[in-house]
């Protein structure tokens, strides 16, 4: 615990540290390094385990082509359309997200070839590498592309989620983007900038319990070679990090450390929000907040087009290249660019301007779109149970009949049983909106107490914002 | 006042909290006390909507529904009833029940009619839609909680 | 080094496997003969002709690509067999006769459900060549296509039982069954009229008779065998009410256009006979009828029955088609 006192007190005067509310210190927050327990240790050291999981989403990836490809097209039947887009699109938002943060990127199997061509090797690394290794540009940096990426899958998602044969494409176009991008710019650019998944699984993962934090940043800075930097396939310098969004846990850094001096740490939910951190440099970017507002936006349009009575809306958005379909588009655009990041920033600039606080307009946005994290997360585990738990039954039986040819692996693909969830399903969705409010409140109330001056005054907009999200959420899915 | 809200300790606080929590759970929201009546609705199915699509009726009425497909083959079945019918174009089917649970609930095509068949939803509204108004109330008992229960 | 090749073998062995996996698969589909049903407009059955040795058993695999179908095959006594989306049925069929028979769609799935058809051509020794009997309008040398309509209507819809009550003697030549396919109710109103005997009733009355004399000619089996065939087949552009006012008659109502035109290329498609209309059902015979139901609507969207319905099954139809005229139930 000493050295948790030590970091604290090195960042706090070090010439790096940005603007930072320094008033009250808490706690310095729990922290249990997964690494030293005795039987993770070696799952975490040796490649073979995280490499096995990988070889299976890779061979699983190729099966979901084909079976998008050549598969039945009802897309109940269908395995590429009910394992992506019920089977893991679940499993993202309800496991890996909010348990394990950037967790999947750590066995996703789309940028594997890539990785292998850059490093000339699968397990090993050669000398004979294959890339141009540029940096990527300065401009395209952040997460604007992938909040742009996932606008065009919500203008299309009617289409994509229920078309075996375009999520196959989009699959392998997703697939050849990134080996393309590997072998031009360095590291895993496609997934850090570029990748639509990878844009919200970054910005959520600072709600997550999982980290990978430097132990003592003395031996850091008495080690010249920086072996963590140059093995981390992310471009990410371990002892710069403050946040869990860049960090794909991918462990590399973990297993060059010739100090054992990385950890990979269980952590309270949301540490990295708001003070959670104290004294630590929070980095929260005017990228991140677009990305957070383009997160509530979409769950807003999925909720009400996919889990809707409206049949119109639901033509119109299938309709692609209609002129109900542009209609749609263009009121999603408008939601999206326009509708919710003017709200923000109209909640935000009144919140300041009322408390007479004299921070940048653009630097508050910034600051406070962590308030809108765990309101997304949830919003979005909430519309993932509402839209996936009724059709949990067409997981089993695509198992057993993947490609909708009559197969009958089992015995049992056949059977109609269909799950009520409709007991408790509306219950659990609210819910989970409540959890979302919550901590979103929570988050900003802390924010706002480390400012001095009046700090009711200053969230209650913002409050006013969550809220009125929330409540058109609870509406769309359980009104 | 406020200086009275500042100065409960957090036992108190949450006690309060935990308590206004129950009783928005449980406090019975006043319904309208109609009579149950006779309803009866035909409803057009076609790809990839139900017309009309959403239904309100009071608890306890004998609903019919009248469910009339017009393009392809369409179902429907209604979560929390374990009701189902189906019904081929220019055959109309009948589905008579008494809308004992109340609150809203969706209503599903359960024949595999097109590519949006799994988003072919209706919305049948049971008296109050309590769910709705006491999550709205959590809300805001959440927004509260968030902001007075955290205060030093 | 070891370690990097025991990995490439690995991924390599992971991913083949799933390929392997979906060649086999591949393979395996394609024997036996699967059956894709679409609808209409993107393809139909596909194939959509089929050949057998007679007497050899056909199985079938079918499956649907988009919406619910159905598989029977016409004039057959084997029950329909849902085509489901996603998912294989199988039906295993065997012809005694050799000859051409024709399989289509039961369950409507567009407005073009009707020419969902195939062919299954059944190869065998030519049976001794059957002499075809043309249908009755043909033999009467009828023009169905022709403009008919009945001077005179009843004020009400006439009823067998009322008809019954009156008592009344109707001359044997107007109650046989050739009497009753070769004429129309209106031919036998004025039959009636001009009978001395019957001067004494009513037009009412004698429409009541007439109605009594087309309920003679038929029996509740078939009325209902007849509504039954009328509520698959016909009710989705005729209506459940007869009005023509199906859910499919406002498509049927102007000609298509647009990327299904070729389907009705050199077609105007007509809005489905109104059979509650009197003055127009009134003055047609079952026979004109019949043909109507067997040839279709040379171009008006109505289907060729021909090759689906036996003869039982359309003589059953057409008379429960009347029953939207007349009520045909039994006297209580």
Redesign the interface.
Known sequence: MNKFQEIALKEMFSPNARETEISSQPAIPRRINLHQIPWIRPLLQSHWPQFLIRSLTLAGFAFTIFAGLFGSRVGSHNFAIIFVWIAWWTALKLAFIPLGGRSWCSVCPIPLPGEWLQQGGILEKSRRRFGLNLRWPKRLRGSWLQSGGFLVIGLFSAVTLTDARLTAWVLMALFGLAIILSLVFERRAFCSYVCPIGGFTGIYAKTAPVEVRVIDTAICAAHSEKTCYHNCPWGLYPVALRDSAQCGLCMECLRSCPSDNIAVNLRPFGTDLAAGNKGMRQSSRLDETFLALVMLGSALAFAAVLTGPWGSLKSAAFAIGSPAWLLYGFGLLVLNLVILPGAFALAVWSGQRWSGGKVQLRRAIANQAQILLPLGLFAWIAFTVSFAFPKMNYVFSVIFDPLGWGWNLFGTANSTWSPDVSAFSPGLQVALLLVGLFWSVSVAQRLALTNTGRTLRQILPLLAFCLAFSLAMLWLLVG | MSELLKSLSPVWRWGIIALSTLLILFLPIPGNAAEPVERSFQIEASQFAYSPAILSVNPGDRVTIELLATDVVHGLSIDGYDLETTSDPGQTAHLTFVADHQGSFRFRCTVTCGNLHPFMIGKLQVGQNELLWRGALLAGLALFAAIWGARK | ?R??WI??S??LV??A???T??MV??QA?SRGVVIHAR?AETGGWNPESLTVEVGRPLHL?L??????HSFAIGKSDEPPVDV?????TEVTLTFDEPGKYTFYCT?????NHWRMRGTVEVTGPEAAAEAVEPPLYVTLGLDIDAEHHADVIPERRPSASLGAQLGAEIPTDYQSREYYRSHSPADLWQALRDEASLSSLTNQDLWDLVALTWQSNTTPQDLSAGQQLY??N????H??TGAGD???SDDLKQPKTGEHAEMQAGEMTARPTDFTDAEHMLAASPARLQGKVLRGGMGTGMPYWGPIFTKEQTWALIAYIWTFQFKLEDAP
């Open positions: 080094m370690k990097e990995a490439r690995v991924i992971f991913v496997a799933a390929i996996i979906s698969a591949w589909r609808m695999r499956t649907s690509d988009d919406v619910m489901i989306p996603g998912e294989i369950r409507w799935c567009s407005v509520t698959n016909c009710a989705a552009c209506g459940e199906g859910v499919f």
